[in-house]
């Protein structure tokens, strides 16, 4: 198989065309396969400085792919690459960015778990903001985009329409030679897109070239100078803009006549019977909003992003709490339960079908059919086979292409995902369809094709209301449109007046409506997200856990006031200290959405192994051989456990299991039965005390202190929560997402090794069964701390905290004259309680 030519300058006169432009993108010969399916086939792509190409075709053509490859994100087959004269030979995306090569991905590549200015920092390097301070520097990015998010406000909390922005900034703060626009305005408002062209043209202007991937030819009329076309992995045209029709477009496109995007609209609609009615509807974004909508009629609602809209059709769903009066077909609706929305018929399709749709790892079958088991089944066991028929007449239906409806639903493209999405309405006879931004993404093939499957639907009898930013969309489609403006339903068009000018219009008079009742209630609402917020802070747990030491201290001592001795309160903070070191490594794999199990034992085989180096009467020589073991051993555990997880592919549960046994199996081999004292002299330096404050528990807290401040500005930090946030994301922005896994897996070896260290002090002799409860002690503490297993947050300054609740009601049931048993009960008790409430807070802070 050929190979990319190693790095070095292109031939110049080959990239300057005959006036004077240079082509600074140009891939050729690029061959690219994904096992038996060739993505991209010897195609060769150029553009020019200050040209804006867009470059067009299916979801499944190959376009994305080339740009992937041109970007550093995937390696061709074959091929050669020249970005602005360098010819790269093995190209990363670190490589490509360096090159000045700027890509804006379809899905945002953001971390959720992290705050907008961290996603910045951490996306775009050092070197293209020498000199600026942080903060000054993202409020500049931010503003330049139109962007109006707080940059201390999580990604989590962020609509899809703002995160595309700061997707944009990240592009754009490079000051990028070649800039590549995936899919830029599927989320954007109108106004949005105003400012995106107005970027995209200044870049152009500046003599780079812009890549525009989308599916939307009236953008393309506005804002590209050059197209291509792909089909199948290959270009099938290429020229100016100008000299194409948008019928020759779409033919090249899908490789036949296409028929009229729209279908005729259903004339008798507006005379149909009320199906759905909605009276005095508010929620947390919306207020008095009142509606209908009647039998084979399709209502739109349109507005600017963020004027909820959005929230409105969730609170229809069940989604989202509202206030009010919903009926359907004479029924009322609950409100507020997505079950009673779903038993009702009301199907909902979210904006974001990767996230909310569509479960990828299930086949075509199992997502369609997962609504409509109940018609499938029979005393609870699914009648496969009139299932299998139902679906493949769907697939028949609306021409869902899949080579087999038990393949998986991530293998399929975007708009035949939709499709899906859409079936599963169908299969599960739905009686209201809710569908948010429904052909966002979705090529023109597939949009005209799920145009035609909702006025069908829609002609059975089924009211459909639709939320999108795509006016043409709304103007083309639907019945009726309602426009929202803060809130409140501000206007209505019907009939002849659904127009694009008339929609338009519309909404850019309804920006300036206001209304007090509307603001006021937005501001109480305002104030109680900004309560949400907080609580979901990862500071807040350690607020909760030193309350709660000084209540459980406060009732030990109150039965028994030797619990406050100097004896115990020393022996509770050096036993802390030894948890916290174990805890702090346990938070490193947490932090990248990973777990060691295997900590227990490397406590034990610390604990074993210092017993045959720190004996009485041995020279310092021996101990400094002891500290090397110990080290060495801690390490050796740490890298095979990172390279199991991130070479091997192993889950992180069943590599550090396996390492579990293994080094329980080799403490006992070492030592069957408790033996090896341990040296006096080791056991009081290491338990050495400052006024009965132990020294290892002071070190405990400067390191969790230094620690934190790691996690929040130093890129090893942003880079540790990154990949647990968004393992992929982190690898477009040029993570090394690998080392990261592997250097987070040594770190917790090495901080459990010092745990070790502290518990070799305490029990003074080599005993191999000791050690093992720190597993579920150290997790404990990592949650009760406040981190989120799934990765991506959580605080040292809380694990610390942890670690002292722990060994606190340890300690304090012989006071309370407790059994043992009820220690594993409390602290169980006190982390389910734990997980249950940040994880509550967590969801309610992004609703």
């Not at 010969?29 to 096992?35: R, T």
């Not at 609706?333 to 018929?345: E, F, H, S, V």
């Not at 702090?584 to 034992?601: K, M, W």
């Amino acid at each position: 198989m050929d190979t990319i030519p190693q790095q070095g300058k292109a031939d110049d006169s080959m990239r300057v065309d005959a006036d004077g432009r240079h082509r600074d993108l140009r891939l050729q010969g690029v061959w690219k396969q994904f096992g038996p399916v060739t993505a991209v086939k010897d195609v060769t792509f150029e553009a020019r400085s200050g040209e804006i190409h867009a470059l067009l075709g299916e979801n499944g053509a190959g376009k994305s792919t080339l740009m992937a490859i041109a970007s550093g994100g995937v390696r061709p087959d074959r091929g050669t690459i020249d970005i602005c004269g360098h010819v790269c030979d093995g190209l990363t995306t670190a490589e490509a960015q360096k090159h000045g090569l700027a890509i804006v991905h379809q899905h945002p590549a953001i971390m959720p778990d992290m705050t907008v200015a961290e996603n910045l920092l951490l996306g775009v390097p050092q070197a293209f903001r020498e000199g600026q301070k942080p903060r000054e520097w993202v409020d500049r990015q931010l503003q330049r985009v139109g962007a109006t998010v707080r940059p201390s406000a999580r990604l989590s909390d962020v609509d899809i329409a703002q995160a595309q922005l700061i997707e944009l900034a990240k592009a754009l703060a490079i000051d990028p030679k070649v800039l590549i626009l995936d899919e830029p305005t599927a989320a954007l408002t109108a106004d949005l897109v105003d400012i995106l062209f107005e970027n995209v043209r200044k870049v152009a202007r500046g003599g780079a070239v812009v890549i525009y991937i989308s599916h939307r030819l009236q953008e393309i009329r506005q804002i590209a100078d050059a197209v291509t076309v792909m089909r199948d992995g290959e270009v099938k045209g290429s020229g100016l803009v100008a000299d194409f029709t948008d019928h020759q477009i779409l033919n090249l496109i899908v490789g036949r006549d296409v028929e009229k995007t729209f279908p005729p609209k259903n004339d008798t609609a507006l005379d149909g019977p009320v199906l759905l009615d909605v009276s005095g509807l508010s929620g947390k974004e919306f207020v008095d909003v009142s509606m209908v909508a009647r039998r084979g009629e399709i209502v739109g609602i349109a507005g600017i992003t963020g004027n909820g809209q959005s929230e409105f059709l969730r609170a229809l769903a069940g989604l989202e709490r509202a206030e009010g009066t919903v009926t359907l077909a004479g029924d009322p609706i609950g409100l507020g339960n997505q079950q009673t929305a779903r038993r009702a018929g009301i199907i909902y399709l979210p904006p974001d079908r990767q996230q909310e749709g569509a479960f990828r790892s299930l086949s075509v079958r199992e997502n369609a059919t997962i609504s409509a088991l109940r018609f499938f089944s029979r005393l609870g066991v699914i009648d496969s086979g009139l299932e299998r028929r139902r679906m493949n007449e769907q697939r028949d239906k609306l021409n869902i292409r899949t080579a087999s409806i038990d393949q998986p639903m991530s293998t399929l493209s975007g708009g035949n995902q939709q499709k899906t999405l859409i079936s599963r309405a169908l299969l599960a006879n739905a009686s209201l369809l809710l569908a948010e931004e429904p052909t966002a993404g979705v090529d023109i093939g597939a949009r005209a094709d799920i145009y035609h499957i909702l006025r069908d639907l829609a002609a059975s009898g089924v009211p459909i209301v639709v939320v999108s930013s795509d006016i043409v969309e709304l103007e083309g489609l639907c019945d009726r449109v309602l426009v929202f403006s803060r809130g409140r339903l501000v206007g209505e068009l019907a009939g002849a007046d659904v127009t694009e000018s008339n929609i338009g219009h519309a909404i850019i008079n309804a920006k300036t409506h206001r209304d007090a009742g509307g603001t006021g209630a937005r501001a109480r609402a305002s104030g109680a997200h900004r309560i949400r917020t907080l609580a979901a802070s990862d500071y807040v747990p350690g607020i909760v856990l030193a309350v709660l030491i000084v209540l459980i201290g406060l009732l030990a001592s109150g039965q028994n006031m030797r619990f406050v001795s100097a004896f115990n309160i020393e022996k509770i903070l050096f036993m802390s200290a030894a948890l916290a070191f174990i805890a702090y490594g346990q938070l490193t794999t947490v932090l990248a959405a990973r777990i060691d199990l295997s900590v227990g034992p490397l406590v034990g085989l610390t604990l074993v192994a210092s017993s045959f180096f720190f004996n009485e009467g041995v020279p310092a020589l021996h101990w400094l051989l002891g500290f090397g073991a110990v080290i060495g051993i801690a390490a050796l555990v740490g890298l095979a456990n990172g390279t199991l997880v991130t070479f091997g592919r192993f889950s992180a549960v069943a590599a550090t299991l396996g390492i579990f046994i293994i080094l329980q199996g080799i403490s006992v081999l070492l030592r069957p039965y408790p033996d090896g004292p341990i040296a006096p002299a080791y056991m009081d330096i290491v338990k050495y005390s400052m006024g009965g404050v132990p020294a290892v528990f002071v070190l405990a807290v400067l390191l969790g202190i230094g620690l934190e401040l790691a996690l929040r500005f130093t890129r090893w930090g942003m880079s540790l929560r990154a990949v647990g946030s968004n393992e992929d994301a982190a690898r477009h922005i040029g993570v090394r997402t690998g080392a990261t896994v592997v250097v987070a897996f040594v770190l917790c070896s090495l901080f459990t090794m010092l745990g070790g260290l502290l518990v070799t002090a305490q029990l003074g002799i080599g005993d191999p069964n000791q050690g093992v409860e720190y597993t579920l002690a150290s997790i404990a503490a990592v949650v009760l701390g406040g981190a989120s297993l799934y990765g991506g947050r959580g605080s040292f300054i809380g694990v610390l905290l942890g670690a002292v609740l722990i060994q606190e009601v340890n300690s304090s049931m012989v006071f309370l004259r407790l059994s043992q048993a009820w220690q594993y009960w409390f602290i169980g008790l006190l982390t389910l309680i734990a997980v249950a409430v940040y994880s509550q807070a967590r969801e309610a802070s992004q609703r």
